[in-house]
């Protein structure tokens, strides 16, 4: 059974940490590159950040570099997504997916608000 699980979502003020993790069980996750996404109410989902099944980080959104970074361990069929300096509108539904398989994650909601 295919499951990627997110979790690390929370709400925090403007300036604050987070670091989301998403677990992955049920297919090969080792050999597939991993993205992260977002989704603002009633917009797509955009690209946040991805890296290459070995680790080499292969894009990042403008609008988040300097501030978000994305890991993974493959030994814990784990990607991360380390967001620093939060700002109000980094607030959306953070996704995993599996970039190899096409597999999507439920979400985790992450708010910045004063």
């Known amino acids: 059974q295919v499951k990627l699980e997110e979790s690390g979502g929370n709400s925090v003020q403007p300036g604050g940490s987070l670091r989301l993790s998403c677990v992955v069980s049920?297919?090969?996750?080792?050999?597939?590159?991993m993205n992260w996404y977002r989704q603002f109410p009633g917009k797509e989902r955009e690209l946040v950040a991805r890296i290459s099944n070995v680790g080499g980080t292969s894009y990042l959104l403008d609008s988040v570099k300097g501030r978000f970074t994305i890991s993974r361990d493959n030994a814990r069929s784990t990607v991360y997504l380390h967001m620093n300096n939060l700002q109000p509108e980094d607030t959306a539904k953070y996704y995993c997916?599996?970039?190899?398989?096409?597999?999507w994650g439920q979400g985790t909601q992450v708010t910045v608000a004063s």
């Open positions: 049920g297919f090969d996750f080792s050999s597939s590159a």
């Open positions: 997916y599996s970039v190899k398989w096409g597999y």
